[in-house]
């Protein structure tokens, strides 16, 4: 049976759960019992009609109310994703110097679910970010402690930092309606089905018959972006013009995390699974332990530094 | 009435969604676990839903809305979360940048609450109950009725019209208001009557 | 529609063009991204902007706005030329084989009988030749110089590729590129849908607009097949409904109309709806009107209508004029001439042009009533917001009642959707404070009104003391006791008048369809096309099996579809002459020898033989009309006409401002502006986030687009020295407004008859209330001018002036 059942609203089991966590930031190697099937949501951008349903489930499903912001010239609102907008329409005027054609590019930006996460890999606060399985890179606020560092770690600049409650937000990919067999909200509304969600072998197979049509109307680059420099993601486009990636608002052409993350990374994992004291071991950490409204400039420059290089 | 009337046939064909997947694949069928420490437990579990139809544009998208207390119960229901209704051929559960925010319009800070009435010259409006509102209309409808109304033209014919009063119909009521409506205007001889079809 | 929003995905190629479905229903736009990724179909935007459809189109072709009819008399014109026409359906579908009547002619714009004092015409000509049988002549052979298809051919032949071009300002080769994919849809086995809204109709010839892509679609065999159609995209939820159930100056329920003061009595009335057939063994299916009418009369005053008392004909008002449109309406109320108006959910302020003469109409009732479930600004008009709304509340006499009504949410019914689905829905949550729905609200004035005219006596109390009120709690009607008046019921049992044992109707029954309804008074029916709606069998409206057998997209088991749960109208013109489908894999229904079956209710008496009876039932003729005889006021063919105000004169007819049939009055003729005056071709529209009026209320749409812009091209800021982003003035004659400036690729200047024409696109949301910024909109700015037939007004052509300015002032 597909993902079409209207949500529940008798208590249901949860699809998955702590035990599936495969990366926990900051705390070293998980061992999952079981491998849940990946799931990814696939988004489709020459069906994408800019019509910001997506950004408007996403206010709603998750109790976002942005501020009512101005207009600057542009389509996009708010302006960038924001602690309360966790996605964002990102248009873009393209004249196509092949056809002289002009073509409206329209991104839904924001998380990208990496297979390879460079937010929880920069992540020193335990427990922050987690995850899962089947994909799922979800941020856990009861342990975020507002450095940023996931900020600087994301190649595709998405999480923000609010200033009222000092922590780390983005997109968790509606884990808690994926949780009870739902997509997410953002896949649900789309109208076109532009965005459309299921496991990532059924996303990718879909996206073939959408390049196969894109081909067939003369966009030969058409092709699937799913970046192998971060693992591959669980988010993915499909793109009319795949060889040019950044035509999209900047989408990053060959995303990868920042060695300097790698190396952190390489570092938690000798720590091995001194969960808690291990940031201790870390002296420029001291300021960020020492809480969430403590973050000192030292912590950003710190920060600046570890992800130094990092892709576009 | 209106769970009991749907006849939930999942939709078979090609159709919108086209990327359904086995629920399975997430993991169900699986033992019951606990919520993952990240994972917000699920918002609609004890709401009620009900049947509705999105009030914009003539789509006529199929929606659901999830209150907290049930109306057909004799209880006080508050809006929590509407969602497109995936049994709905049309939209297929689908939802426009409007119909997704449909919460914020039946809680719009600006939903009016009270009969008001703004005083000639005043510049504020004031509360006003029902019965001295609809009193008072009534009044002027009917004062105006009799100065105004034509029972025969020149030549006689009779006419039996009203033009000195107008009516607008609405574009979002419903079909049982229209017709409730058609007879209260028209049997008071109105033809200044016109509705958004206009426009 | 024709059709329904699920139909499209059953289309080869989907023609946007007066409308912007992907912008403003995009969940119904849905299924043309379904047809193009499941059946490999085309999609086309005509647009004076590169709109959200034109960013998933095959094809883009930019028109200026109010010249649509030469675009579509130049591609009629080159499918005639490159013979692209649907031979066997044209001639046996249409009346393109009638011959009209030799008075008729068209030069330089004008048809025979113009009255240019009058700005009407004298439409005697404008008919058939009628035979001695009292018959319509015909030439099957299409050979007779006065046939349709001779007068027609004639009268495109003038719209060339290169006069497209010059009128329009679209390139030659876009135009023929467009063309030659629309011509292709002439084979059979092909559809093309048409998918338009307010983009045709707010035009001074709205109606014409409309007329000439239908004239297309049944050149091209287009019109009762899967996948093809007119498909008018209704603004709002229930707009389809108010007008089914008649909520206009001149209309009954069911598409019947209220007498003229001319129709002196029922016989008069009567006479000019009989609607003889014009030809042999035709349905003409109007023939029916009095059973509608009489049990529609039944429905509204009950045992109050009677056989003697002509069924309280003369408790219906009867018209001095064409009809008490809203611009009559408000240049009444701005003479002085009217004391009251209610607005039922409705916000003329925004809705209508000129703003400075609404406002001073309103100040001039002495009450005015709105009923709404949000703050409007028509309710507030007498409140000052600075610049938003400089009125001085203390010289505004007017009395103002802002009843405070349910939404959606709570409140329970039908509502029809555009491709006139009713479907019915239920209430889930309780209103806020006092707020109360429609019906309490309608059933207490009436009640009052009653209690009153019971009372004091007064003008003519008949009618309101006679209204049919046979519910429950008088207080509060129930939907579903008024959906049942709608669908109609027996009010006295009617025999079988072959064996008076039978019962052919039993009294208080729902009636089944309105086939059995009669004009004797044994029926009542408040909306005859809503019959079968809710019947013995229950709420028809309230079904919800999705099923699809056929996989056509039918769903004949979810809600009831007018009429007869019928899904696709002039469904047998989807097969040929003899009653097989033009295309076995678009097959609807078929003649099986005996009797028309298939996968949707036949529009066709079932048992009709396919050679004698044609396919367009409602028409005298029994076929559909390229000519469109005396029923369009400003001619039987579209002609391109400029709108009132327009940047370039009309190259086709350099001295008719306009359309020449259209309504003027007199102040507002002096308040059109010029193109040296104001020399930008400005238009309205719509925007996905934001739904007309209502979502500048609502938090998450104001966060998605929070301020007025406007937008314009690179090339015009540059001009203008206006900058992205920054504070623009635009003004029209009647009106100003300040905006921010999005300067965009989207929108490029278009050459028209040599001159570079400038659009100035104005989206309409904005206002002084709501929790959005504060604002304006461009109705404020149009021209109070409408459509010849139905005075939509022209609000998506006319001119401005624009220049770089300073943000607006304080206000609060």
């Given amino acids: 049976m597909a993902i079409r059942t209207n949500p529940p609203t008798a208590p249901v089991p949860a699809a998955f759960g702590d035990r599936d966590l495969l990366r926990r930031s900051a705390s070293g190697a998980q061992t999952p019992d079981r491998q849940l099937t990946e799931v990814a949501k696939l988004i489709d951008v020459s069906k994408c009609i800019g019509c910001k349903a997506c950004q408007s489930a996403c206010l709603e499903w998750n109790n976002l109310r942005e501020e009512v912001g101005v207009n600057t010239g542009v389509y996009e609102n708010p302006h960038d994703l924001t602690p309360n907008s966790w996605t964002l329409m990102r248009f873009t005027e393209w004249v196509n110097p092949e056809t002289d054609d002009l073509e409206w590019l329209i991104r839904k930006d924001g998380c990208m679910h990496c297979a390879d996460p460079g937010c929880l890999k920069a992540c020193p606060a335990p427990g922050a970010i987690v995850q899962y399985t089947n994909g799922i890179v979800d941020f856990d606020r009861d342990h975020c402690i507002g450095c940023g560092y996931c900020v600087k770690g994301c190649p595709f600049n998405i999480p923000r930092i609010s200033k009222t409650s000092g922590k780390a937000y983005k997109c968790s990919l509606c884990s808690d309606r994926v949780a009870v067999g739902q997509g997410p909200a953002c896949a649900k509304a789309c109208p076109t089905q532009a965005i459309v969600f299921g496991t990532k072998a059924d996303m990718k197979l879909h996206a073939e018959t959408r390049i196969k049509d894109l081909k067939s109307r003369g966009y030969k680059n058409a092709g699937l972006y799913d970046p192998p420099g971060v693992g591959g993601t669980h988010v993915m486009y499909v793109l009319h013009h795949a060889d040019q990636p950044s035509l999209y608002a900047g989408l990053p052409d060959n995303p990868r995390i920042s060695p300097i993350v790698e190396a952190w990374k390489g570092v938690t994992k000798y720590a091995g699974l001194a969960i808690i004291g291990m940031t201790a071991a870390f002296g420029f950490l001291h300021h960020v332990v020492a809480g969430p409204n403590k973050v000192t400039e030292h912590d950003e420059e710190e920060g600046a530094r570890l992800t130094e290089g990092k892709s576009a | 009435m209106n769970m009991e009337l749907s006849r939930r046939h999942f939709l078979k064909s090609a159709g919108a969604g086209v990327a359904g997947t086995a629920i399975g694949a997430f993991g169900f069928g699986g033992i019951e676990e606990a919520h993952a420490s990240s994972v917000r437990a699920f918002k609609l579990i004890t709401m009620v839903e009900t049947r509705n139809t999105c009030p914009y544009c003539s789509v006529a998208c199929g929606i659901i809305t999830y209150s907290k207390g049930d109306l057909r119960k004799g209880e006080t229901a508050e809006l929590i979360h509407v969602e497109g209704d995936v049994d709905h051929p049309t939209n297929r559960g689908t939802l426009c940048p409007k119909g997704a925010a449909l919460l914020d319009f039946a809680k719009s800070e600006t939903r009016l609450k009270y009969p008001m009435v703004r005083k000639p010259g005043s510049d504020k409006f004031e509360r006003i109950s029902w019965e001295a509102a609809l009193d008072r209309i009534a009044r002027h409808l009917k004062d105006d009725r009799d100065r105004n109304f034509v029972a025969k033209n020149n030549e006689g014919v009779t006419v039996n019209r009203w033009t000195t009063t107008g009516f607008l119909g609405a574009s979002a009521t419903t079909n049982e208001t229209a017709f409730v409506t058609y007879k209260v205007v028209r049997s008071a001889g109105m033809l200044v009557f016109d509705n958004q079809a206009r426009v | 529609m024709t059709n329904s929003w699920t139909d499209i995905q059953n289309t080869d190629l989907v023609v946007i063009m007066g409308g912007n479905a992907a912008e403003a229903h995009p969940c119904g736009f849905k299924w043309v991204t379904e047809a193009k990724a499941n059946r490999g179909a085309k999609l086309i935007v005509v647009d004076p902007r590169f709109t959200r459809s034109a960013s998933v189109a095959d094809v883009y072709a930019p028109i200026r706005q109010g010249t649509d009819i030469a675009f579509l008399l130049g591609v009629i014109r080159h499918c005639i030329a490159t013979d692209r026409i649907q031979w066997e359906y044209t001639k046996a579908f249409t009346n393109a084989s009638y011959l009209v009547k030799d008075g008729f002619t068209y030069a330089d714009g004008l048809f025979t009988g113009y009255d240019e004092q009058k700005r009407d015409y004298d439409r005697r000509e404008w008919e058939y030749q009628i035979g ?586 540059r001009e203008k020295g206006i900058v992205l982003g920054g504070w623009v003035r635009v003004w029209s004659k009647r009106g100003s407004v300040k905006a921010k400036a999005v300067v965009t690729k989207r929108i490029r200047p278009l050459i028209c008859d040599g001159k570079a024409v400038h659009v100035v696109g104005i989206p309409i949301h904005w206002g002084f209330t709501g929790v959005a910024k504060k604002g304006w909109n461009p109705n404020m700015l149009g021209p109070f001018v409408g459509d010849a037939n139905i005075e939509t007004p022209e609000f998506k052509a006319f001119l401005v002036n624009i220049e770089a300015t300073t943000p607006p002032g304080a206000v609060a």
């Avoid at chain 3, 909306?527 to 057998?549: H, K, L, Q």
């Avoid at chain 3, 979502?695 to 800021?717: D, M, R």
């Fill in chain 3, 132 to 717: 001695p049988d009292g018959f319509a002549l015909v030439d099957e052979t299409l050979q007779h110089p006065r046939c349709v298809w001779n007068l027609l051919k004639a009268h495109v032949d003038q719209y060339t590729p290169e006069l497209v071009e010059r009128i329009c300002g679209t390139p030659k080769a876009k135009f023929l590129q467009v063309a030659g994919m629309i011509a292709e849809t002439s084979s059979p086995q092909k559809a093309m849908t048409s998918m338009y809204a307010l983009g045709w109709t707010q035009h001074s010839k709205g109606s014409q607009n409309i007329r000439a892509m239908a004239m297309l679609q049944l050149l091209l065999g287009n019109i009762g097949i899967r996948g093809g159609g007119m498909n008018a995209l209704r603004g709002h939820s229930n707009i389809q409904g108010l007008t089914d159930v008649g909520l206009m100056s001149n209309m009954l329920p069911g598409y019947l109309t209220l007498p003229t003061e001319k129709e002196v009595d029922l016989p008069t009335y009567m006479g000019s709806r009989g609607f003889k057939p014009l030809r042999p063994n035709q349905v003409s299916y109007w023939q029916n009107y009095g059973k509608f009418f009489v049990s529609l009369m039944k429905a509204l005053y009950g045992p109050a209508a009677t056989k003697d008392n002509n069924w309280a004909f003369d408790y219906l008002p009867k018209l001095d004029v064409p009809a008490y449109d809203i611009l009559r309406a408000f240049e009444m109320m701005n003479e002085g001439k009217m004391t009251g108006y209610v607005c039922q959910g409705f916000n003329p302020m925004q809705s209508f042009p000129n703003r400075t003469k609404i406002t001073s109409a309103l100040s001039k009732l002495k009450f005015l009533v709105t009923m709404d479930p949000l703050e409007t600004e028509t309710s507030r008009f007498w409140e000052n917001h600075g610049e938003y709304n400089p009125v001085d509340p203390k010289s505004i006499g007017t009395e103002v009642f802002q009843l405070p009504t349910t939404c959606f949410a709570e409140d329970e019914g039908a509502l029809v959707n555009s491709g006139r689905w009713l479907q019915w829905h239920w209430p889930g949550a309780t209103p806020p404070g006092e707020a109360r729905n429609d019906i309490w609200i309608m059933a207490q004035l009436h009640l009052r009104l009653k209690a009153l005219y019971a009372k004091e006596g007064g003008a003519f109390p008949d009618p309101i003391l006679n209204v049919h009120w046979p519910y429950h709690d008088k207080n509060e009607p129930e939907p579903a006791e008024v959906a049942k008046e709608l669908n109609g019921y027996v009010v006295e049992t009617v025999a079988d008048p072959a064996d008076p044992t039978k019962v052919l109707l039993e009294k208080g029954k729902q009636v089944a369809s309105f086939g059995v309804l009669r004009d004797d008074g044994t029926t009542a029916c408040g909306c005859w096309i809503y019959a079968g709606s809710f019947t013995e069998a229950g709420n028809i409206m309230a079904r919800r099996d999705n099923a699809d057998p056929s996989g056509a997209g039918m769903h004949a088991n979810w809600s009831f579809s007018w009429p007869a749960n019928r899904r696709i109208l002039y469904n047998r013109a989807s097969a040929d002459r003899d009653g097989k489908a033009w295309d076995p894999s678009r097959k609807i229904i078929e003649w099986d020898g005996a009797k028309w079956a298939g996968i949707d209710v036949p529009d066709i008496p079932p048992t009709a033989k396919p050679r004698e009876v044609g396919p367009f039932i409602m028409n005298p003729e029994g076929v559909s009309r390229l000519f469109a005889r005396g029923m369009m006021r400003e001619g039987p063919f579209p002609v391109h006409y400029e709108p009132f105000e327009a940047p370039i004169a009309n190259v086709i007819a350099p001295k008719i401002r306009g359309n020449p049939a259209s309504r003027v009055f007199k102040n507002d003729m002096a308040a059109f502006g010029d193109a040296a005056e104001f020399p930008y071709a400005a238009t309205s529209y719509r925007l996905t986030e934001h739904f007309h009026y209502w979502t500048k209320h609502v938090w998450v749409n104001a966060v998605l687009q929070p301020e007025f812009f406007v937008e314009i091209s690179e090339e015009l800021a």
